[in-house]
């Protein structure tokens, strides 16, 4: 992505392998993210079938955030509606920055930045996100560096927030959200976490000249 990449007008955020994330000119604070195919918008006869999958991520935001309140939020980027756009439906969200405005970097994009992952902050990040996961009970077992937006937070401190529940609505593992055994899923979590931490310290290793 570079800094003038548009779609369709709109100024580019970020893009996954399914959808782009665009900027609001009378909204700065929250973004659009919009179904793609070849990056272009999909064909009407898959919105309905989108608008759904949309709608069910977003009742899954609303369900969290019922039951874990105002701590969710350091956390998980707010899902705020689902809205029928020329382009077809778009989940509208709040955009994750940090607090002087500048726009947040997913892990992932910090992956190729040697000096930004050298920052022992970010471990520490890593190391929050599954204690605040594993304290609330929150099945999220998929923690794609490309869904964990860094915030740097006044004092210093980066918390890991997370921007895409699709993947976690598409594992059965999610749906039962009573039904997981406390200690089942700790062990995943930590298994999870366990992972992402590899992968962070071999792109460590690789970075070192
Ligand atoms: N709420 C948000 N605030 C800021 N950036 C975001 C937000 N949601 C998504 N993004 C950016 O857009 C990218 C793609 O969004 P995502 O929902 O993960 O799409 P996909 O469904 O393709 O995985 C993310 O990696 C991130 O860079
Ligand atoms: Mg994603």
Known sequence: MTDNDLWNGWQVIGRGANRVCVELDDAPDQCLKFVVVDGQPAPAARWPKIAGALAAELALYQALRRRHGPDLDAHFAACLAVEPTRYGPALRCRRVQHADGRPARSLYQQFDDPRSLSRPALGEAIDRLEAFLRGQGI???????????????????????????????KSKEWVPLSRWLPFMRDRKLARRFARLRRRLDDVRAAAVP
Do not use: C, M, T, Y
């Not at 915030?151 to 529940?165: F, K, M, Q, S």
């Open 139 to 169: 099945p999220l077992f998929d923690v794609n560096p490309a869904n964990l937006l860094a915030v740097e937070r006044p004092g210093g401190a980066i918390d890991l927030v997370v921007v895409d529940l699709k993947s976690a609505l």
